[in-house]
Structures are given as C-alpha cells and as structure tokens.
C-alpha cells in the first residue's frame, strides 16, 4: 500500500471514505428496518388492533342479545312486542354468527381463535336452547317463569368464552404493540450506537494521522 504511505491526503481520503461506507451501510440497515416496522405497524393496525374492535363488537352484541330475550320474557304476552322482541333475538344471533364467520379465520393468537371458535359451537347450542325456552314460554301462556326455568344457565358457558376470547384477541394486539416498540427502540439505539462510534474511530483516526504526519514532522523541523 505505497499510495497510502506516500501521501498524508490519500490516508485522510481512506479514512473519510472508509467512515462515508460505514454511515451508509448503518443507513441502508436501518431503511430496510424502517420498511419492515412499516409492513409489521400496518400488520398490527388493519389486523390485530381491527380484531379486537370486532371482538368486543361480538361481546356487547351476545350482551344485547340475552336482554332482548329478557325483553321477550317481559313483553312477549302482548302478540306486537313478542314478535318485535323475539326478531331481534334472532337478528342478534344471526348477526354474532355473521361476525364470527369472517373473524375467526383472522385470528392469529392460537389461545384466542381457539376460544372463539369455541363460543361460536356454544352460541350456537345456547340459541337452540332458547327456541326451546321460547316454546315453553308460548306454551304457558307466556308465563315468564316457565321461559326463564327453560333456559336457566344456558348463557354462562358462552359468556364466559367470549369474554375470555375477546381479552384474549386484545392482549394479542397488545403484547404485539408492545413488541415492536421494544424492537424499534433497540435498532434505534443500536444504530445511534454505530453512527457515533462510526464517527469518533473516524476522527480519532484523523487525528492519529495528522499527528504523525503533519504535526510532529512540523515539530522535529522546528526543534532543529
């Protein structure tokens, strides 16, 4: 490496150069980074964080659902609010089916498509034990004793799984979020980190080479 010996410029030019490649291989890291944050935030945005919203949809409509039947219960002896209310019944729980249907093939989190899948089969036994409580209830003469007898219980096994399945699709968008913050602030540390010593090794090694090559020549020959 004569050239390098040979002239104090062309050690500076090494140097400034070898410190431009280091700067802007960091840089295309942290772009390639930056695009891989991008599709994982978008991921989380318009999937996750859209699963949990439709989760607790499903959750606040099997809650409306058990009180329209409450209001069957209540109401239904007059024939115009038995069929208003009971249509409802049926809407609510064609509806939270409606829901599932698309939601579930989009859930990720094992733990939480399990349990969705799993308030899906007993929703759908809870409304086939309705229809038999809503039998009993017109057979009695609408008496609200012998609807509510016919279905006692019947909705604790499927507010329970969709309780447990919605906190459960919201943790996974959370543990998510949280994931990617932590990620995105130890690249970002890590290439700060590599700037800087990009940076200080560069001047340290200008300076190493100005000393030796200009300074203490210019000192020997004026100490003579």
Known sequence: MNWYSKSILNRVLLVVLTANLIVAAVAVVYLNFSLKVKDDFNSLVSTRMVNALEAQDVLSDFKTQVQEWKNVLIRGADPEQLDKYWGRFQQREASIQSQLDDLIPRIQEPQAKSLMSDFKQAHQTMGRAYREGFEAFTRSGFDPNAGDAAVQGIDREPARL?????????????????????????????????LIAAIILGTIALIMILLSGVVRPAQKLTSQ
Request: aromatic share 4%; hydrophobic share 50%; proline share 0%.
């Open 162 to 194: 969709i309780v447990d399945a919605a906190t459960a699709v919201r943790e996974d968008s959370l543990d998510r979020a949280r994931t990617l913050n932590t990620v995105v602030t130890e690249r970002s540390w890590l290439v700060a980190g590599l």
